[in-house]
T-cell receptor
Framework: GENVEQHPSTLSVQEGDSAVIKCTYS??????FPWYKQELGKRPQLIID?????GEKKDQRIAVTLNKTAKHFSLHITETQPEDSAVYFC????????????FGTGTRLKVLA | NAGVTQTPKFQVLKTGQSMTLQCAQD?????MYWYRQDPGMGLRLIYY???????DKGEVPNGYNVSRLNKREFSLRLESAAPSQTSVYFC????????????FGPGTRLTVT
């Protein structure tokens, strides 16, 4: 069945360094790839998303890249800050067939001051 | 706008008891979802409703039932609670099924003893 794998499960970086989280998906028909951030005890919230017709999207310190041939996409956070500490989830979905996201298992990011 | 609301916030049940988790959204969204979140497992879809009048199973539907009461409300019922259903439950909604941002409710922490 459809599957999204996410790595690493935990990531610690020094404040100011960059963080990269990677996801691979199995369904080649997937065409929408969102990233969600979940702070401790809070609800997940969308931070950035990308559709299959583009290869990269940036929003200030956050960027996402997509390689459809290899079926993987990555989240890049530059100049990390303590408030970036959270759990990050990737997901994949598609416009046809089933109407649901498949989420990765999450990455716990710790930014060390 | 309140966004997505859920009740209750916390619940403790004994094995075999039943309960209904309530979810409502005021964004006029067509699609609604129920997820459960367990440590290390990410967000797993229980049931979803792509549009008013339709419901479909997700990845982990066993032991649950849902009702899309109207466009605003989507409830999740546990008929006979089991300890394996101890989890945090999130409701979410989106404008169009799957390929848009999902807005999450604050979650319900359920413990089954």
């Amino acid at each position: 069945g459809e599957n999204v794998e996410q790595h690493p499960s935990t990531l610690s970086v020094q404040e100011g360094d960059s963080a990269v989280i990677k996801c691979t998906y199995s369904d080649s028909a997937s065409n929408y790839f969102p990233w969600y951030k979940q702070e401790l005890g809070k609800r997940p919230q969308l931070i950035i998303d990308i559709r299959s017709n583009v290869g990269e999207k940036k929003d200030q310190r956050i960027a996402v890249t997509l390689n459809k041939t290899a079926k993987h996409f990555s989240l890049h956070i530059t100049e990390t800050q303590p408030e970036d500490s959270a759990v990050y989830f990737c997901a994949a979905s598609k416009t046809s067939g089933t109407y649901k996201y498949i989420f990765g298992t999450g990455t716990r990011l710790k930014v060390l001051a | 706008n309140a966004g997505v609301t859920q009740t209750p916030k916390f619940q403790v049940l004994k094995t075999g008891q039943s309960m209904t988790l309530q979810c409502a959204q005021d964004m006029n969204h067509n699609s609604m979802y129920w997820y459960r979140q367990d440590p290390g497992m990410g967000l797993r879809l229980i049931y979803y409703s792509a549009s008013e009048g339709t419901t479909d199973k997700g990845e982990v539907p066993n032991g649950y039932n849902v009702s899309r009461l109207n466009k605003r409300e989507f409830s999740l019922r546990l008929e006979s609670a089991a300890p394996s259903q101890t989890s945090v439950y999130f409701c979410a909604s989106s404008e169009v099924a799957a390929v848009n941002e999902q807005y999450f409710g604050p979650g319900t922490r359920l413990t089954v003893t």
